[in-house]
């Protein structure tokens, strides 16, 4: 596909893997310990919607759903794609690129990508923070509960910025720490709506908050204007 580095991947199950200068499989430390990758999906629904993020899981999935439904024919990338969410709320006919580091939720991805009939869709065992794509490759950009995970949110959004087009929009949910309740340990780091707001304006988008309500979560988009 063009906007691949062909020559840094290879493919093997249906699962793309980045090749390191001494010609090996490139291995990312594990966010989520290979055998969880299986309770993966029950992990969420039992206990990270209702728990962590004091959210309604129905919820989330009819707020994806509502902001996707227009949605056809377009490159999308997805970061952090975790066990392939996305597959049953964005619709079928675009091409879909889904990057994550865990190969045991990709794997679990590539099944529900296949079950909802996606004809054009990769997978790739990637970072957010170095992406395996050309400039301007992608159309529109999607990150749903992953970005507090990330590294460095800097890397990120530069990557973001390189690999997307200009006036692409980037929807992203995450939890922010003031709508969290207060004796709620939710992994990874996490920004403010404010923080948000500043970081991406710094890297030329466009942030606009949603007004959905759901627990902890903040969903809004960033469009890009380099
Ligand atoms: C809470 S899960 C959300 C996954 C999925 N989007 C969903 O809604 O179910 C967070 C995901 O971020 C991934 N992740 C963590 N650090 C990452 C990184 N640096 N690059 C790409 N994915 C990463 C994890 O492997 C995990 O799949």
């Keep these: ?9 290879v493919k093997k ?14 291995k990312f430390k594990p966010w989520l310990g290979y055998l969880f990758s299986f309770s993966y999906d029950k ?10 993020l004091n959210a309604n899981i129905n919820k989330h999935f009819e707020i994806l759903k509502n902001e996707f439904i227009d949605i056809h024919s ?13 597959a049953e709320v964005l619709p079928n006919d675009n091409r879909y690129v889904g990057i994550d580091i865990s190969k045991g939720l990709l794997k679990k991805a590539n099944y529900k990508f296949k079950k909802n ?5 990769e997978l790739y065992n990637s970072s957010a923070d170095e992406l395996p794509f050309e400039d301007n490759s992608f159309d529109y950009a999607i990150c749903n509960l992953s970005l507090n995970f990330f590294d ?21 949910s995450v939890p922010i720490p003031e709508r969290k309740l207060e004796k ?13 707001n500043q ?8 942030f606009e908050s949603k007004s959905y309500e759901n627990g902890a979560i903040l969903y809004f988009t960033a469009i890009l204007k380099k």
């Excluded at 199950?13 to 490139?26: A, M, P, V, W």
């Excluded at 709620?184 to 948000?196: D, F, P, R, V």
Aim: charged share 25%; hydrophobic share 40%; aromatic share 12%.
């Design 43 to 52: 992990l969420m629904e039992k206990s990270v919607f209702p728990k962590l």
């Design 152 to 172: 460095d949110i800097n890397l990120f959004i530069n990557e973001l910025k390189r690999v997307l087009k200009t006036n692409s929009i980037f929807f992203c």
């Design 13 to 26: 199950q249906e699962i793309n893997y980045l090749i390191d200068r001494s010609g090996k499989i490139k």
């Design 1 to 9: 596909m063009k906007s691949i580095k062909e020559n840094f991947t």
């Design 74 to 86: 377009l490159n999308i990338i997805e970061l952090g794609t975790g066990s392939g969410a996305l």
């Design 199 to 206: 970081i991406f304006k710094k890297y030329d988008f466009d």
């Design 117 to 121: 009939n996606f004809d054009n869709f």
């Design 184 to 196: 709620s340990k939710i992994s990874g780091t996490l920004y403010s709506e404010n923080e948000l």
